[in-house]
């Protein structure tokens, strides 16, 4: 596993692999022109590379070229390919080959169509070392290729995420299930807040607090902090549909994360299946819920001491603070049930130093990011 920027790889095509494709197609070509010396035109920055090794591999006499495209971003396809480098001179009346690293939607197949159009080449057609034949629209032929694959992510061998990643001699695709979405869980005291702050710097998650949701949207005065004001002014409980509503702004703010903190929600069995719901329409899950587990009267020893620093009166109120987790225990035995059914749920020491339990969290986290 290797990771580029804030994502996750994972092996895929090996160099062995690559090897015998570039030698298939360097052998296909050979026998398509070996009474001509044909032009070969690389394609940058992706397939330099790919023409590198096919060179080696052509048996004969031959000129290469490079032209320059670019239309990917991080993970995704802008949809507009640019022409960075133009095509080469004095190719008039000869065969030219394109050397591709990878073939997908076709986008860039037709960019390069476009540019040798206005040529007076003999004739030209196009190799590509990995080929997305699922996704590829069809609108012209791909003469030559080394290797079909599924349509994924791919890094590595000339292949970027960001300019990170061509120099590996390998193909690693992404890992998808490195986006790893918790439920915390913790009675007050229980430092769910401390805990999610280390954790979502280690993992790169973004950590989602309702309260602090709430807080904002009411402050800024937002169409959804307005709704849920006037519930909360009546004395009524903010309807669910709202703070779901209130998440998926946050979800969809955050396109960058590698998963998500959900703290404060779900408190309901219902609340739960909202949420589970709403990721389903993101192509997402709650991967996990982690309870930070502690004896409650270590966390009321906690909480009063937090309570002559904080000010606040519901930590210095043995009684409240009891109040509270009686209500936390009402609230979560549901929940627990609800996940444990779907062997989500995981049970955390919450006692002990910060690195301690930061620990015992990063274990759970890294068992689901290696399955």
Request: proline residues 3%; glycine residues 8%.
């Amino acid at each position: 596993m290797i990771k580029l920027h804030d994502k996750y790889f994972k092996p895929f095509i090996s160099e062995g692999e690559i090897m015998a494709a570039i030698k298939k197609i360097a052998d296909q070509v050979a026998v398509d022109y070996k009474k001509e010396t044909p032009i070969f035109v690389g394609v940058l920055n992706g397939a330099f590379m790919f023409v590198s090794d096919f060179l080696k591999a052509y048996p004969h006499p031959c000129e290469v070229s490079f032209v320059r495209l670019s239309s990917y971003q991080g993970l995704t396809s802008t949809g507009i390919v640019e022409s960075l480098l133009d095509v080469p001179e004095n190719i008039e009346g000869r065969s030219v080959i394109i050397l591709e690293d990878i073939i997908d939607t076709g986008r860039t197949v037709k960019k390069l169509i476009d540019l040798f159009s206005n040529t007076k080449v003999k004739e030209f057609k196009i190799a590509t070392l990995f080929y997305k034949s699922e996704v590829y629209n069809g609108e012209y032929d791909i003469d030559y290729f080394g290797i079909k694959i599924e349509d994924r992510f791919i890094v590595g061998y000339g292949l970027d995420y960001n300019e990170l990643g061509r120099n590996l001699r390998e193909v690693y695709q992404l890992n998808q299930k490195h986006m790893i979405n918790l439920v915390l869980f913790g009675k007050p005291g229980a430092g769910k807040g401390t805990q999610a702050s280390f954790l979502k710097e280690k993992y790169n998650l973004k950590h989602i607090s309702t309260g602090d949701v709430f807080r904002y949207n009411i402050k800024n005065g937002t169409e959804l902090g307005t709704l849920a004001k006037s519930y909360i002014d009546k004395g009524e409980l903010v309807p669910d549909e709202v703070t779901i509503k209130m998440l998926q702004d946050e979800v969809e703010k955050n396109p960058d994360a590698s998963g998500f903190i959900f703290d404060g929600f779900p408190r309901t069995t219902a609340q739960a299946k909202a949420l589970d719901d709403f990721l389903v329409t993101k192509e997402m899950m709650i991967d996990a819920t982690i309870a930070l587990e502690a004896n409650d009267e270590v966390l009321i020893q906690r909480l009063l001491e937090r309570g002559k620093i904080s000010g606040r009166t519901d930590d210095q109120d043995e009684k409240m603070i009891r109040n509270r987790f009686d209500e936390y225990n009402e609230k979560t035995a549901p929940l627990k049930d609800y996940y444990d059914d779907q062997g989500k749920f995981h049970s955390v020491n919450g006692i002990g130093s910060i690195e301690d339990i930061t620990s015992r969290l990063a274990k759970v986290i890294e068992e689901l990011q290696a399955i």
